[in-house]
């Protein structure tokens, strides 16, 4: 829908129903700035997630062709 579609379907609504047209659109604006709030990192939040293998950097069977 372009804007000039959506300006045209909020002019044909009563006064009332352009009010809660706007408090919608602040609604979603606000939802938006939350979303895209970044939130601090906690230090250590990701302890235990990963696991280092002992033979990390050993090479891998798959390339064993290319030795």
Do not use: W
């Not at 006064?15 to 659109?25: Q, R, S």
């Not at 990390?56 to 798959?62: G, N, S, T």
């Amino acid at each position: 829908m372009t804007v000039t579609k959506l300006y045209t379907k909020i002019n044909a609504l009563s006064p009332a129903m352009i009010k809660e047209v706007e408090h919608f659109v602040d609604f979603l604006q606000t939802k938006q700035k939350e979303k895209d709030a970044i939130k601090e990192r906690e230090f250590g939040c990701a302890k235990g997630l990963m696991v280092m293998h002992d033979d990390f950097d050993e090479p891998l069977a798959d390339f064993k062709e290319y030795e």
